[in-house]
């Protein structure tokens, strides 16, 4: 089981590019553009390697400031979403990183912040060290759709990962449509899994298809009996009605079967509902999987109504690209 340097990294990080997280403005980002912070992948050391302005760095890095004040990013995040915690992470960056920083937040429901926008600080400024992660949680309560990184006075940043809760208005879905409630964008979150060896279980519900065999959860291979299997809390209740298990990139290692358990859960720690998914109804009898294909199920589930988590069951062991569940929002 893989081991979280913080308990928030389990929840989907909302400064993700993937998620069409960008950045709107930059003081200075003379050396590295503040894109390559947003990347999801872990941040890179190329030796030797320079360009027009410079070394070559993985992140955002500003030049040497000569005049007072200091530099900042305004971020618009790709789906709003209420914050759990932040790394900040300064890998490769030794005589060149900032030496603290802080985070702002706002949110906005339509359009991009102006002069006039009311920030809130969501993290006062903490003290950074080189070639290092920061992690900080983060005591937010509302969603935010924008964020306003600052650091003091210049200098560069490898990743800012930020973790949280997609929000989405659940009184504005048309109870006729049939959405994914899996979705990370939708709120979904992995809860628990017997193992993530080889690919972290929140993969499992990230947007469009997997993009290699990294882009999904994977598990060690089994040498005791049983089987591997994920927790998952949908964004919201509902009731299933097509499921999409989809073994992208997995062809020498995929499982050989799966299976769906699910409940409607009321109150409870996810450390409880981890022991209580042994006993939960069957929502997808046992269904032969092949290799690097989508398996789309229909007519195999059974009609549960409204429900809350589903457990994920892979016999006996492998990776799974992405996870879609489709249903009608319970009201």
Not at 107 to 129: I, K, M
Not at 134 to 147: D, G, I, K, S
Not at 241 to 253: P, Q, S, Y
Not at 280 to 302: A, C, D, G, T
Request: charged share 25%; aromatic share 10%.
């Amino acid at each position: 089981m893989r081991k979280y340097a913080a308990p928030f990294e389990k929840y989907l990080n909302l400064a993700d590019a993937r998620l069409g997280t960008r950045a709107l403005f930059v003081t200075d980002d003379w050396f590295a553009p503040v894109e390559r912070m947003l990347q999801p992948g872990e941040p890179e050391w190329k030796e030797g390697v320079y360009d027009d302005n410079g070394k070559w760095m993985d992140g955002w890095e500003s030049r040497r400031k000569r005049f007072e004040g200091y530099d900042h990013a305004v971020i618009r995040l790709g789906v709003p979403g209420v914050l759990k915690g932040v790394d900040i992470d300064t890998r490769y960056f030794t005589g060149n990183y900032p030496p603290s920083a802080s985070l702002e937040a706002c949110f906005l429901a339509e359009g991009d912040p102006d002069e006039r926008t009311e920030w809130t600080e969501v993290l006062p400024a903490v003290e950074l060290s080189g070639d290092s992660h920061h992690y900080h949680a983060l005591a937010c309560e509302r969603p935010f759709t924008h964020l306003r990184f600052n650091i003091y006075p210049d200098g560069g940043v490898a990743r800012l990962r930020v973790h949280g809760i997609p929000y989405r208005d659940w009184s504005a879905v048309d109870a006729g449509e049939a959405i994914d409630l899996a979705a990370a964008l939708n709120g979904g979150r992995a809860l628990a899994c017997s193992d993530e060896h080889f690919g972290r279980m929140g993969n499992l519900l990230n947007p469009g298809r997997g993009v290699n065999m990294g882009d999904g959860w994977e598990t060690a291979r089994r040498r005791t009996p049983g089987n591997d299997w994920v927790i998952v809390a949908l964004g919201h209740p509902g009731e299933i009605e097509r499921i999409v298990v989809d073994t992208l990139h997995f062809k020498g290692n995929y499982p050989d079967s799966c299976s769906i358990q699910a409940a409607y859960v009321k109150g409870g720690t996810d450390s409880q509902i981890e022991t209580q998914s042994l006993f939960w109804r069957e929502l997808l009898p046992s269904q032969k999987l092949s290799m690097h294909r989508e398996h789309e199920f229909v007519e195999p589930i059974n009609r549960l109504g409204p429900v809350t988590h589903v457990r994920l069951n892979v016999f006996p062991d492998g990776g799974v690209s992405r996870l879609r569940l489709f249903g009608k929002v319970a009201r």
